[in-house]
């Protein structure tokens, strides 16, 4: 059987060492079986383990393989669309629930990271960084509409501000959230990797599921084995696959492409983030990034719908890297890659169950570092009887792409075109 490796990439590079782990071979038994070892699958898994199921996971690669192992390692809080868009759609009951979880994922990687002592270079301090005035008055109401939901840890900031944190002439202002932050999102994964094993959870890494045999004792496949199960959470996200048909028609795998450059120096990193806070700007195509432990600079931008890998992502990503410091022209990429999120129609992500026990939550549309945390809280909430907030995301209306499986690709290229379009006039 193939042993897929990780990407090469700046976090493969300077992963924390974990041992071996084997396929699955012949048949195992157990409560859960959770079908991927990205965030989402992890912390449901934890969040299980903790509260006594006994839990296998099914890794098609490795722990991380995924978006998990390969992200800007942004801890950005909410959802992928605002919480009034939310509200207008399902209503204020429904929308003060999604709203009162909006910072609760954060929170979460931080207790895992002080409970397991996971080593992965968790700094505090996120920035939306506002080109326009236009984007600025955004920030300004998307601050008054989460302090609603009790978030009031956020600061906005003038031009003179900003630019004591993000060494960037480009912006008119921006917010501050310190409940954001970043982290080395590999070793991350790989830590609660290992706070799973050490709560008794099995990973099997190079074993994906190939079929999933439904009904009251559900059964998982791999290419040399299965795993019987109660319950089963699907957890493949832009990964799966056609693994669940039911899922793939409303959701839709878009690449992304990060570039890390060689290590800056002190003097130099500092300069361009003297705080070491994590910045996303406020377009609809956003630009991202931050230094690494090692003062590196780790800038991602741009989507490629229907995830085809680029031939050469420097020579899209450095460009734009270039327009925010230009003083980085003599400094070399030593790391370029890509990876794989999963948009849904209403960028909020899609959860739900299939019959009576197979679970799922996927497509939170490329904020995921948070909310996958808290989908394995919420999951695991369900799987116990307690329903509530998994219903609050259950209940969210979901659409097919137009177009199909064939067209949507080229669709959600023009929507972004156009969005893209107006973020480069600046309305
Ligand atoms: C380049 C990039 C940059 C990003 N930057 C940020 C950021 O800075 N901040 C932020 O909030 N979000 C960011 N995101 C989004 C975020 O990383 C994802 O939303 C999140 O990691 C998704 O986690 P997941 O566990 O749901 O999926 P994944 O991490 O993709 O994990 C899915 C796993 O399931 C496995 N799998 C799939 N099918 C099967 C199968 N049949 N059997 C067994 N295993 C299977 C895969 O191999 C994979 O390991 C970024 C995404 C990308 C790609």
Redesign the pocket.
């Given at each position: 059987m193939a042993n897929t490796p990780y990407p090469e990439s700046y976090y493969a590079a300077s992963a924390n060492a974990v041992p071996p782990r084997p396929a699955l071979q012949g048949e195992v038994e157990t409560d859960v079986c959770v079908?991927?070892?990205?965030?989402?699958?992890l912390s449901s898994a934890l969040f299980l383990l903790e509260n006594g199921f006994r839990v296998v996971v099914?890794?098609?690669?490795k722990v991380?393989?995924?978006?998990?192992?390969?992200?800007?390692?942004?801890?950005?809080n909410s959802y992928s669309r605002d919480i009034d868009v939310i509200e207008r759609s399902v209503g204020p009951k429904q929308a003060q629930l999604l709203g009162e979880m909006a910072f609760e994922g954060g929170r979460i990687i931080r207790e895992r990271v002080a409970k397991y002592n996971i080593q992965c270079d968790l700094k505090d301090g996120g920035v939306f960084a506002a080109i326009t005035a236009k984007q600025m008055g955004h920030l300004e109401s998307q601050k008054r509409l989460w302090e609603r939901f009790g978030h009031t840890q956020l600061e906005l900031m003038d031009q003179p501000r900003i630019r004591e944190v993000v060494g960037c002439d480009q912006y008119v202002g921006g917010m501050l959230d310190m409940s954001g932050g970043h982290i080395h999102?590999l070793n991350l994964a790989l830590g609660e990797a290992a706070a799973v094993e050490s709560l008794g959870g099995t990973i099997y890494e190079q074993?994906?599921?190939?079929r999933i045999e439904r009904g009251a004792n559900p059964v998982v496949h791999t290419p040399q084995g299965k795993v019987r199960a109660k319950f089963i959470i699907v957890?493949?996200?832009?990964?799966?696959?056609n693994?669940v048909p039911e899922l793939a028609a409303k959701s839709m795998p878009c690449g992304?492409?990060?570039i890390t450059t060689e290590p800056l120096g002190d003097a130099l990193a500092n300069s361009l983030l003297p705080r070491d806070y994590c910045v996303e700007d406020c377009n609809y195509l956003l630009d991202?990034y931050r230094l690494t432990g090692d003062k590196r600079l780790i800038f991602?931008g741009g989507v490629v719908y229907g995830a085809r890998d680029p031939a050469n992502i420097e020579a899209i990503i450095r460009p734009k890297m270039l327009k925010a410091f230009p003083q980085l022209k003599d400094v070399k990429i030593d790391y370029a890659w890509?990876?794989?999120?999963l948009l849904t129609l209403s960028r909020l992500p899609q959860v739900g169950r299939l019959g009576d026990n197979i679970y799922y939550s996927?497509g939170?549309s490329?904020?995921?570092?948070?909310?996958?945390h808290l989908a394995g809280k919420v999951l695991a909430e369900a799987l116990r009887g307690q329903a509530e907030r998994f219903d609050a995301f259950a209940d969210l209306p979901h659409y097919p792409f137009p177009g199909g499986q064939l067209l949507r690709t080229p669709f959600a290229a023009l929507g972004a075109w156009y969005y893209g379009l107006r973020d480069k006039l600046g309305f």
């Open positions: 079908i991927g070892a990205g965030y989402t699958g099914l890794e098609a690669a991380g393989f995924g978006a998990s192992g390969r992200n800007g390692g942004q801890i950005v999102p074993s994906p599921a190939v957890a493949g996200n832009a990964y799966l696959g693994l992304t492409q990060v991202y991602g890509t990876g794989n999120f996927q939170c490329g904020h995921g570092v948070t909310y996958t």
